[in-house]
């Protein structure tokens, strides 16, 4: 408990019974009997809280899953360049590519081409539109 051990806790102690005394310890030990209950029961509706908006318990969550340090990005690319994503390809697959390919072709060349934008320039000097109700 915050790097404190045994004998450190007990001489803590009893320089907290001095500076308190004897006449206020059970007031004092009651306070702070109230603030770890309080400080329980704040943790307990965190939990609670998060359970019910996550939708998970805390302690079903794999957290080594989620350690930044597990990824390295050279195995990754790695993994990635050598994956062998590539599908099986029938026989008859390259002459069904060039005939798609060259009716799309023709197919873009009947197609009409939408106008050319035209770009006006203002004369020198002219202030550009403002429009202000558009900010």
Do not use: C, H
């Amino acid at each position: 408990m915050f790097g404190i051990n045994g004998p450190e806790f007990f001489l803590l102690l009893i320089i907290g019974v001095l500076v308190i005394g004897p006449q206020r310890l059970p007031e004092y030990t009651q306070k702070l009997a109230n603030l770890v209950k309080e400080v329980r029961r704040m943790a307990s509706g965190a939990r609670e809280q998060i359970k019910e908006e996550v939708g998970i318990d805390i302690d079903d969550v794999d957290w080594k899953k989620y350690d930044p340090r597990q990824y390295d990005p050279r195995r990754i690319i790695k993994e990635a360049l050598l994956d062998d994503d590539s599908k099986p390809v029938s026989a008859g697959a390259p002459a069904a590519v060039a005939a798609v390919s060259g009716a799309a072709a023709v197919a873009a060349e009947a197609a009409p081409r939408p106008p050319e934008r035209v770009l006006q320039s203002l004369p020198p000097g002219e202030a550009a539109p403002f429009d202000t109700e558009a900010t």
